[in-house]
């Protein structure tokens, strides 16, 4: 019986270092899509504005429909746009990245976007656009350099902690 | 709002201006207009899209939905001699587009000849109404089961919006906005086969080269134009293919008597 406890112990101790170690290391891929799904949509943004001179309105309603973290953010800002609003598309946008993104220097960027939105000529707003998205690229790297480092060390942080409480339990 | 009130006028540093019947007077608590405030108007106006409205822009105007036109006024951007766009926007005019259904009525038997639409020439100086006559007479001849289709190129007419024309302009009536009248008068020929068209402020000579296409093909035109009187319009460079060949049979002269307007109707 006691055989039994301590091997079920064990291999808690284990999964449960394992599992904090994921945890911890979440944060850094979540980032990391964070980023790319920004870089995604602005992309697609870009193009809307520079070939099809698209509504803002309308390129913020196809953007729900994209896959990603940023879709959130679209379909707020979509949703506000379809009601009576009295702050400017700058405000707004300013406003529900802060709601939708952890803090970061990504979001800022991505936050400072909407300053040039929506009173501009498109080839002003498309530089605006490829600025951002060349400072969002420079994040994107260093989120992956810091999944590859801090990600794997929380990783194995956790299952060394896991092992470790699993020795002083046996 | 003031059922009077034509037009809204927005001046950086100064306070909001109404105008009616060529009168223009201080909307009285409106404190001094901001250039953050003009900004504003304008993306309330393109609904935050500048960019999409940048061809009207050029021509300084911008169409809010609704068929409201937003005169423009400011520094021009010039590249190669051709205004690429206004910046610093300094003023703003909002024309406040209104329905006014049944006001065409009386000039309805004069326009009207066997079921058959007379070319009509709508005139007055601006801000007399010609647009909101022209977008009855419409409305009126739609609903007589006569096809109209609707050069509407600065998107006042029908300020169609997601599709859906937001004056009535009859069910029997097509519209077609944003394109030069010249092509979209080519286009509407081809494609609708209207038995009317229908066109807004006829003032250059691509304009005049769209009625005369219209004329040719057999279609009868209802067009507006400013000026004073029959002689001030058809005295005009600009129309003058027009005059010569005796396209328009009617011309209709918008007045005033007071507060009141009056059409005058002339035949060529």
């Known amino acids: 019986m006691e055989f039994y406890l301590k091997t079920g112990g064990t291999i808690l101790f284990l999964l449960a270092?394992?599992?904090?170690?994921?945890r911890a290391a979440q944060e850094y891929l979540q980032h990391m899509r964070n980023i790319e799904s920004m870089i995604l949509c602005l992309d697609r943004m870009q193009g809307e504005i520079a070939w099809r001179l698209t509504p803002m309105e309308e390129i913020f309603r196809d953007l729900t429909a994209q896959e990603g973290p940023c879709a959130a953010f679209f379909f707020k800002i979509s949703h506000a746009f379809s009601e009576e609003r009295q702050e400017s598309l700058a405000a707004l946008w300013q406003r529900t990245a802060c709601e939708t993104f952890t803090p970061s220097r990504a979001r800022d960027i991505f936050a400072q976007l909407g300053q040039s939105l929506g009173s501009f000529d498109a080839e002003q707003e498309c530089h605006a656009i490829a600025y951002a998205v060349e400072r969002l690229k420079t994040e994107l790297e260093q989120a992956q350099e810091a999944n590859r480092t801090q990600g794997v060390l929380k990783r194995r942080l956790g299952v060394a902690a896991g092992i470790g409480l699993a020795i002083l339990f046996l | 709002m003031d059922p009077l009130i034509e037009e809204i006028r927005l001046r950086t540093?100064?306070?909001?201006?109404a105008s009616a019947a060529g009168k223009e007077w201080e909307l009285s608590g409106s404190g001094a207009v901001t250039p953050a405030q003009i900004r504003q108007v304008m993306e309330n106006a393109t609904r935050a899209s500048l960019h999409s409205a940048a061809e009207s822009l050029r021509h300084g105007y911008v169409t809010a939905?609704?068929?409201?036109?937003?005169?423009?006024?400011?520094?021009?951007?010039?590249?190669?001699?051709?205004?690429?766009?206004?910046?610093?926007i300094s003023s703003l005019c909002i024309r406040v587009a209104r329905e006014h259904p049944g006001i065409a009525a009386p000039l309805l038997e004069n326009v009207l000849r066997n079921g058959r639409?007379?070319?009509?020439?709508?005139?007055?100086?601006?801000?007399?109404?010609?647009?909101?006559?022209?977008?009855?007479?419409?409305?009126?001849?739609?609903?007589?089961?006569?096809?109209?289709?609707?050069?509407?190129?600065r998107g006042e007419l029908a300020a169609v919006h997601a599709g859906v024309p937001r004056f009535d302009v009859g069910a029997h009536t097509d519209v077609l906005t944003g394109a030069p009248k010249e092509y979209a008068v080519m286009t509407l020929l081809r494609t609708m086969t209207p038995c009317v068209i229908a066109l807004d402020e006829i003032s250059e000579a691509c304009d005049a080269h769209a009625v005369e296409m219209a004329a040719n093909c057999g279609v009868s035109i209802l067009a507006t134009v400013h000026g004073?009187?029959?002689?001030?319009?058809l005295s005009r460079p600009v129309l003058a293919e027009i005059r010569t060949r005796g396209i328009f049979r009617r011309?209709?002269?918008?007045?005033?008597?007071?507060?009141?307007?009056?059409?005058?109707?002339?035949?060529l």
Request: proline content about 2%.
């Open chain 1, 17 to 22: 270092g394992f599992l904090v170690g994921q």
């Open chain 2, 251 to 267: 011309v209709v002269v918008i007045g005033m008597n007071g507060a009141k307007r009056t059409f005058r109707i002339e035949e």
């Open chain 2, 65 to 88: 939905d609704g068929g409201c036109r937003i005169g423009i006024c400011g520094t021009a951007a010039v590249s190669d001699h051709e205004v690429g766009s206004i910046r610093e």
């Open chain 2, 13 to 17: 540093g100064r306070f909001v201006m």
């Open chain 2, 228 to 233: 004073h009187d029959r002689q001030d319009v």
């Open chain 2, 117 to 153: 639409v007379l070319n009509t020439l709508l005139v007055s100086p601006p801000g007399l109404g010609k647009t909101t006559l022209l977008r009855d007479l419409v409305r009126l001849i739609s609903t007589q089961g006569i096809r109209v289709a609707i050069a509407d190129e």
